[in-house]
């Protein structure tokens, strides 16, 4: 069994999202000695701070037993964001840096600042300054975490309409409108 094939096995049990069975780890590196590699891999990974461990035929890495009281501290619930906070969120990132006047102009609905609060407390967005204009309101820009979160290197990356439309995430009806709005900044007539 080859080296490189040990670590193709550790590559993917490394990436996957959840335990890998023998069969699926065969479907990305290819035939060869699966069991070899595994058994080479739960030895070196032995003593350390992570193992490689079966569980009902299936693989994974995971923290080791005697230092698992040091992750349960930290430990993050996944939440899922709102509509609200989802839209808001995107108009930040389309129109950045943009105010909350804004923000409820392209929405058509008022923006609750709990909205922007989780955003914020997700660091995803940030204060950007204050706008040149009677009242001189706060503007939000999104974070270097946001882009990291959505895997962009930058804002140019984000999707255009046609890669939305594509990926059925506008209706026909909403396209036009968006397509205006995006061209507008925002304003309305």
Do not use: C
């Not at 490689?52 to 349960?72: I, K």
């Amino acid at each position: 069994m080859s080296e490189d094939y040990v670590r193709a096995v550790e590559a993917v049990l490394f990436a996957a999202a959840e335990p890998l069975s023998r069969h699926d780890i065969e479907a990305y590196v290819g035939e060869g000695d699966i069991t070899g590699a595994l058994e080479t891999l739960a030895g070196l990974y032995a003593g350390r701070g992570i193992n490689l461990v079966e569980r009902g035929g299936r693989w994974h890495f995971q923290t080791a037993a005697d230092l698992a009281h040091l992750l349960r501290r930290t430990r993050e619930e996944p939440r899922r964001l709102s509509r609200a906070a989802t839209e808001t969120l995107s108009i930040i990132a389309y129109h950045e840096p943009v105010s909350r006047a804004e923000i409820e102009a392209i929405r058509g609905v008022q923006t609750a600042k709990g909205t922007l609060d989780v955003l914020m407390e997700a660091g995803w967005v940030r204060p950007a300054g204050r706008r040149e204009s009677p009242g001189r309101p706060l503007l939000y820009a999104t974070t270097p975490e946001f882009l990291t979160h959505f895997g962009l290197a930058s804002r140019r990356d984000l999707p255009g309409i046609d890669d939305l439309q594509a990926a059925g995430l506008l209706d026909p009806v909403d396209e036009t409108s968006l397509m205006l709005q995006l061209e507008s900044g925002g304003e309305e007539d």
